[in-house]
T-cell receptor, first 110, second 116 residues
Framework: GQQLNQSPQSMFIQEGEDVSMNCTSS?????WLWYKQDPGEGPVLLIA?????ELTSNGRLTAQFGITRKDSFLNISASIPSDVGIYFC??????????FGTGTRLQVFP | DAGVTQSPTHLIKTRGQHVTLRCSPI?????VSWYQQVLGQGPQFIFQ???????GRGNFPDRFSARQFPNYSSELNVNALLLGDSALYLC???????????????FGSGTRLTVV
């Protein structure tokens, strides 16, 4: 199935460090979303982006919608242990299908 | 308010059997979408239903079917189960059938299906 490419695949960082991950696509998306998924749970929406170039923050999280509409990044500042999980980017293809990225697994060590 | 609820939470089935998974959307949400998440991968779109009509279908075989009821709850049915159908099946509900700043696309916790 179609998926967005995320990098890095996994990250191991120390508590307090900043984190950056990105997502690229060969297709243009009109809406970009960033989700976090904990084990055994469904994805939880972190940030939604609706316009090319848009920069949006949610607490320690900041995400940007690329100008070309084919990429997005997510930054987490001053990481804490509860940031551990899998982060997915996602974009709406047409209006009914949400395409997910391959995921970035984040581990935070105290 | 309750979020998106899915049942059962876990299920074990034998190859060749069929399975029915259920989803209740957030109150007021009229759109329900189904996703399959194989271990280690991102969710893959299966179906979207809005106002009881199928609005979108992903690249899944005809063994997969779904329906939406008048109360907007939904069922996902899978026939002739294969080992490869083992996955977390996620349901998402939203206010409308197209993304807007207020569409509130929200996922449930999923049903873990294991086919043996």
């Amino acid at each position: 199935g179609q998926q967005l490419n995320q990098s890095p695949q996994s990250m191991f960082i120390q508590e307090g460090e900043d984190v950056s991950m990105n997502c690229t696509s060969s297709s243009i998306f009109n809406t970009w979303l960033w989700y976090k998924q904990d084990p055994g749970e469904g994805p939880v929406l972190l940030i939604a982006l609706y316009k090319a170039g848009e920069l949006t923050s949610n607490g320690r999280l900041t995400a940007q919608f690329g100008i070309t509409r084919k990429d997005s990044f997510l930054n987490i500042s001053a990481s804490i242990p509860s940031d551990v999980g899998i982060y997915f980017c996602a974009g709406f293809l047409n209006t009914d299908k949400l395409i997910f990225g391959t995921g970035t697994r984040l581990q935070v060590f105290p | 308010d309750a979020g998106v609820t899915q049942s059962p939470t876990h299920l074990i089935k034998t190859r060749g059997q069929h399975v029915t998974l259920r989803c209740s959307p957030i109150s007021g949400h009229k759109s329900v979408s189904w996703y399959q998440q194989v271990l280690g991968q991102g969710p893959q779109f299966i179906f979207q239903y809005y106002e009881k009509e199928e609005r979108g279908r992903g690249n899944f075989p005809d063994r997969f079917s779904a329906r939406q009821f008048p109360n907007y709850s939904s069922e996902l049915n899978v026939n002739a189960l294969l080992l490869g159908d083992s996955a977390l099946y996620l349901c998402a509900s939203s206010l409308a059938d197209s993304p807007t700043p207020y569409y509130g696309y929200t996922f449930g916790s999923g049903t873990r299906l294991t086919v043996v």
